[in-house]
């Protein structure tokens, strides 16, 4: 007779894990206990030694679908004498350590109990069982048990209480599992949050959808607002009162053959749509599609899944519908009923609401398969708070703020980093406080208490500001570009020296001015800029960045092409105006130096007309991309330097794309000649710098590289050129990644002081 005690590290609670332990336990003929902590699972197994030897072997190679195991700890203890295998009720006895699981779409066998008219869930909208169901947006603290959950308020009915209590059942220990006798119910409200008579909310809601009404309908992580994708007049609507005049929105679809109807999809894409975090995937539209309003002047439309068992229900009668944040834009997410009503009356005409509360406001995650891998471009829903795991361990527990867009925050303890949610751009008072929130949250469940405290070098970032007023040993500044450097080498666990190409819209530079098209070299804790693009005035600082014909000034002005300015896509008031942006650059005033790609792309956008003004974020340079035929590569050598040059000089280019449209030239062709040639400069200089500093890996990262044409280009490129090319395939290459990096950073300057 033998015992062995085994603490299991990992993604082990809320995901059948304990279930799972049980039936192994008693297939191996082994008695003893399982019980979460707060450290993971701790099993303690008596037996024959050949069973204990039988049972390791299938803990190491078999586990439930959910579940992600990083560490088994064991160790022998003297037999007590066990005579049969029971699951004990959790304990707290050390500092957490177990990871939460992330939010789940609804798996097949509820899938299939919510069509069976003879199952007792038939069309029930809150179906989960142990391998499906909410997680991270449900929970108070650890460890995962009913009582540290919003679903502590239902209490189990009878029928219910069986299954949770029986081993065997596949709800055994299932925290949310509920039925229509016990569990959270559907209310429909109208605009001032009063019921609406009917007896069945979701019959009533498919009725109005289907006349052309907007509902706000409360899902897993928040609402949404819902409405006909086919109904133009409707999406319309939901457009002029949301405020959101071009940015695409988001569909979900009752399945994969209805999303084939509208779209290109690769077997990679099936999977990353059907995967348990059901996130947007963007997708590549079939020729000759076109759904009005829904994606204007777009080449991809993003699809998601049902997210969860209302969806799915909501799905079975309309087989596409427009899905988007229930929030006026750039607010966060509206999660609370009380709250909706307040927030959205303007937006909905109807709310469908129910009562399991939502802990943490969680919006829909958004991944692209690029390059044959998949790129996360907003990290939400499904896949927060997994923790991507560093080289090495930090010293200390961190917190790192993130960056002023695209705002995520990230919490490390040990080789752990855990991520908030999207929270979005800090530019508003709501924002800011869901920025505290999160971090408030996340502290908590995780009983992490940061010492150090890491924040983006521009002081006017409110993330710096915030965490500069936080009382902590050490507050770290990180450059914004290091920290995206910084970010891909700790996602693929590389912490040698590396040349970074790092290309984005915008970040604070040592030297004051706005950087952005960088060449870097370095490692977590130092760098050097080996190049960059050679910078020009941004005229009317944050104005250049709405009114893309501002930038195309200024890089006419810097190429000497300044009989090109009457052809720029832009008003007789701002054509008239133009004189005085070239007084304010030669002045300096209002006219911030940038050596930003993004920015570039928006001046290339603007020569080429296709627009003088934006509505969203990067809307010229994705337009950019879609204009461009990549049927054929086009490159123009001669615009590109000879030799080695820190400045990276693009005024050839500028002039070359000048003569192309003097010439007639297609505008789809000077697009793409525009991404080759572009492409080529970095990839020139990232030569230089192997040559220099004789080393061979090269990491990408920054927002511009989203833009897929140039990201596959300069991959192929690098490849060619025998390069070792570090991505993104965790955390967005964008400033949703920038927490990684800063704690990145932080963590080996904390290890080189000790």
């Given at each position: ?400 703020c993130g960056a002023e867009l695209k705002n995520t925050i990230a919490l490390c303890r040990g080789d752990a980093v855990f991520f908030s949610q999207h929270i979005g751009d800090l ?79 915008t970040g604070y530079g040592t030297d004051g001015t706005i950087w952005g098209g960088e060449v870097l070299t370095g490692d977590m804790r130092e760098f050097s800029r080996f190049a ?223």
């Open positions: 007779m033998k015992r062995i005690d085994i603490t299991v590290h990992g993604i082990v609670q809320g995901v059948g894990f304990r279930p799972w332990i049980y039936r192994l336990a008693h297939e191996c003929r082994l008695n003893g206990h399982v019980s979460n902590n707060s450290e993971g699972v701790h099993i303690a197994i008596e037996g024959q030694p050949g069973q204990i030897e039988r049972f390791m072997q299938r803990l190491r190679a078999e586990t439930p679908p959910l579940a992600h195991i990083t560490r088994i700890e064991c160790s022998e203890g003297r037999p007590q004498g066990a005579a049969t295998f029971r699951i004990l009720a959790s304990s707290r006895d050390s500092l957490p350590d177990t990871l939460i699981s992330p939010d789940v779409g609804p798996c097949p066998d509820c899938l299939r109990e919510l069509s069976d008219p003879n199952d007792r869930r038939f069309h029930y909208p809150f179906i989960n069982c142990t391998n499906c169901g909410p997680r991270f947006t449900i929970i108070s603290a650890l460890p995962y048990d009913r009582p540290n959950t919003s679903m502590h308020v239902f209490a189990l009915c009878p029928e219910c209480a069986r299954e949770y209590h029986d081993p065997v059942d596949r709800r055994f220990h299932a925290q949310p599992n509920a039925c229509p006798a016990c569990g959270p119910t559907l209310k429909l409200l109208d605009t001032r949050g009063w019921p609406l008579d009917t007896a069945d909310p979701l019959q009533e809601t498919i009725t109005r959808l289907r006349r052309g009404e907007i509902g706000a309908i409360r899902g897993i992580g928040g609402f949404h607002l819902v409405a006909d994708a086919f109904n133009a007049e409707t999406v319309a609507t939901l457009r002029r009162r949301k405020g959101r005049a071009e940015k695409p929105f988001a569909l979900m679809a009752r399945d994969i053959a209805t999303i084939r109807r509208y779209c290109r999809v690769s077997e990679a894409e099936v999977r990353s749509l059907q995967q348990a975090a059901r996130p947007i995937v963007l997708l590549r539209k079939k020729a000759g599609v076109d759904i009005p309003g829904v994606a204007p002047g777009n080449r991809w439309l993003g699809f998601m899944l049902p997210s969860t068992p209302l969806h799915a229900l909501l799905s079975e009668h309309m087989s596409v519908l427009v899905m988007t944040s229930a929030n006026f834009s750039e607010e966060p997410i509206a999660i609370g009923n009380e709250e909706a009503v307040q927030r959205l009356a303007g937006l909905a005409d109807f709310f469908l609401i129910h009562d399991r509360d939502i802990l943490q406001r969680c919006d829909d995650a958004i991944v692209r398969i690029v390059a044959g891998a998949e790129r996360p471009i907003r990290r939400a829903r499904g896949f927060v708070p997994a923790p991507v795991f560093l080289h090495k361990p930090s010293p200390a527990p961190l917190l790192a530019d508003n008072p709501s924002a800011l406080a869901f920025f505290e929130e999160c971090i408030r949250h996340l502290q908590n469940v995780l009983e992490i208490r940061p010492q150090h405290l890491v924040h983006d070098l521009h002081p006017e970032y409110l993330s710096t500001k915030w965490a500069l007023a936080q009382p902590a040993e050490q507050h770290i500044a990180v450059q914004h570009h290091h920290a995206h450097l910084a970010a891909v080498m700790a996602e693929n666990r590389v912490h040698a020296p590396c040349i970074g190409i790092i290309l984005d819209g960059w693009l050679q910078p020009v005035p941004m005229p009317g600082g944050s104005a250049a960045i709405r009114q893309p014909w501002r930038m195309a000034v200024s890089w006419l002005n810097a190429a000497e092409q300044q009989d090109f300015f009457s052809h720029l896509p832009c008003s007789p008031q701002q054509l008239d105006s133009i004189p005085l942006l070239l007084q304010m650059m030669r002045s300096t005033l209002n006219s911030p130096l940038t050596s930003s790609c993004g920015r570039l792309f928006d001046a290339v956008a603007a020569l080429l007309g296709l627009r003088g003004e934006i509505s969203y974020e990067a809307q010229a340079a994705i337009e950019l991309e879609m204009l461009a035929d990549a049927r054929e590569r086009v490159l123009w050598p001669e615009v590109l330097p000879d030799g080695v040059s820190a400045a990276l000089d693009a005024r050839p280019l500028i002039r070359r794309i000048v003569a192309e449209l003097a010439a007639g030239t297609a505008r789809e062709k000077i697009a793409m000649g525009f991404h080759c040639t572009l492409a080529e400069l970095f990839v020139r200089s990232a030569c230089a710098a192997r040559e220099a500093g004789d080393c061979n890996r090269v990491g990408l990262s920054g927002g511009v590289f989203q833009n897929t044409l140039l990201f596959e280009l300069m991959l192929a490129r690098l490849q060619e050129e025998k390069f070792e090319v570090l991505t993104h395939k965790q955390v967005p290459s964008n400033d949703g990644g920038i927490a990684l990096g800063q704690i990145a950073v932080a963590a080996a300057r904390l290890r080189a002081e000790r």
